[in-house]
């Protein structure tokens, strides 16, 4: 499709969000080149759980149609959550009530990515370019270095560049950790338990964390992700735990074992002069309400929006990112919050001194969910745009 607009985009990071991004833009006729760093679109961990807003922001991108066309089963569902206590004889805690029509969906990671490189012309992915700086331009642009000393210049850079961002520097300014925390938590994959099927009912995500503390520490200096742990290491952190996990555990063949981080505290902009973060690189939240990527879907609906706008052009573009300013960092940040309140309580550390009643658990988890599922995030973005340009392009 000929360009639509005056402005060129470049995505440093093409994991899903920066493939959502340059997937939407690209079929809108915004000319936007993905940089990323592997010599291929590869992901790496197992399923992810979407809920009803992810499913609504993949929609409204255009893309949910070429993700359930790979899906399996290729259709919308959400199955019912029940929490049940991890050691003795798992104890029922609570069922998570979801309405007849909930749409959801879990989906294998490179599945996802299967459904949508297809979609994007070769001429807009470049391999091998790790980005290592973003800079401004004298003429208002930006200029993206990459590690093998070439470089992109762009009006509007995207960071859609994950947990270890490079672009989280240009935009949140330097910081002696890059704004993240380890959070005391690390996850066996491949300890609380969680399990969902994906790929049909052929493959059992499971996550299985260990947490010592639930808080945050400054970021772990050795590697984040260890291949190929000992299953006795698994099998030792879980020695007192009841029947049904140790036999879901002896299923993970050839473990490895998760360090979790998240950015800590949260940025309170996702935008600096023309660079905007998305995903992970805006607001890496730990798992345990499985809404990151989510988070990240949103982001990139509201800035494709926002983009495709048929009044955004070159010269309104600062503006029209100051809506996307306004409306992702409170709502990421609350679901950051949430997630973070939902780990403490699935290990066990809040509220109560010395851990939790059941009914405590059940009041803390009831209707948890409900304000990162059910927001009108079409109608806060549109409530913006036609405010922006009914004053004339000016907030
Ligand atoms: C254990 C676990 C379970 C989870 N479960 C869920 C779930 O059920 N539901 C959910 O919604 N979320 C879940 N998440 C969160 C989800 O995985 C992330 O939010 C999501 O993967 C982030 O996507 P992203 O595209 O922002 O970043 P990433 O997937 O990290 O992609 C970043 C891309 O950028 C590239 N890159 C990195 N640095 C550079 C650079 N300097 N230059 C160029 N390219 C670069 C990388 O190679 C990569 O391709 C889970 C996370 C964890 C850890």
Redo the contacts with the bound molecule.
């Keep these: 499709m000929a360009a639509q607009k005056d402005f060129t985009v470049v995505i440093?990071?093409?994991?899903?969000?920066?493939l959502a991004c340059a997937t939407a833009l690209l079929r809108a006729g915004v000319e936007a080149h993905v940089?990323?760093?592997?010599p291929k679109?590869d992901?790496v961990?197992a399923?992810?759980?979407?809920g009803p807003n992810?499913v609504k922001a993949l929609q409204g991108l255009g893309v949910l149609d070429d993700v359930l066309s790979r899906a399996d089963p290729p259709k919308l569902s959400m199955r019912p959550y029940t929490f049940i206590t991890g050691k003795g004889n798992h104890e029922h805690i609570f069922d998570y009530a979801l309405s007849a029509n909930e749409i959801g969906l879990s989906i294998y990671r490179p599945v996802f990515l299967d459904a949508l490189v297809p979609k994007i012309d070769a001429k807009y992915t470049h391999f091998d370019?790790?980005?290592?700086q973003v800079a401004r331009t004298p003429s208002g642009r930006h200029v993206v270095t990459f590690h093998d000393n070439t470089s992109v210049e762009a009006d509007l850079v995207i960071g859609?560049?994950?947990?270890?961002?490079?672009t989280r520097e240009f935009v949140a300014g330097p910081h002696p950790h890059n704004h993240l925390a380890y959070v005391n938590t690390d996850?066996y994959?491949g300890m609380h338990v969680v399990t969902y099927p994906i790929r049909g009912n052929e493959l059992l995500n499971i996550?299985a964390a260990v947490s010592s503390s639930f808080t945050w520490s400054p970021p772990r200096k050795d590697t984040w992700v260890e291949r190929s742990v000992p299953a006795k290491e698994m099998f030792d952190a879980y020695g007192d735990w009841g029947h049904d996990i140790k036999t879901i555990l002896s299923h993970i063949k050839d473990p490895s074992r998760?360090c979790?981080h998240a950015v800590d505290p949260p940025l309170e902009h996702y935008v600096k002069d023309k660079v905007v973060l998305?995903?992970?690189?805006a607001h890496?939240m730990v798992?345990h309400l499985?809404?990151?990527?989510?988070q990240?879907f949103e982001d990139s609906y509201v800035l494709y929006r926002l983009l495709t706008h048929p009044e955004t052009n070159s010269t309104n573009l600062s503006g029209v990112l100051r809506i996307y300013d306004t409306i992702r960092p409170p709502r990421a940040s609350m679901v950051a919050r949430e997630s973070a309140r939902m780990g403490r309580l699935y290990h066990g550390f809040g509220p109560g001194e010395g851990g939790n009643t059941i009914k405590q658990t059940q009041e803390q988890v009831a209707g948890i969910w409900e304000p990162v599922w059910y927001h009108d995030l079409e109608k806060e973005v549109s409530q913006h745009l036609n405010r922006f340009f009914a004053h004339g392009g000016k907030l």
Excluded: N, Q, Y
């Design positions: 440093v990071g093409g994991g899903m969000c920066g940089f990323e760093s592997a679109f992901e961990g399923g992810v759980g979407l992810a370019k790790r980005a290592i859609a560049d994950g947990i270890k961002s490079i996850t994959r996550g998760w979790m998305v995903g992970d690189a890496a798992p499985g809404a990151g990527v989510g990240g």
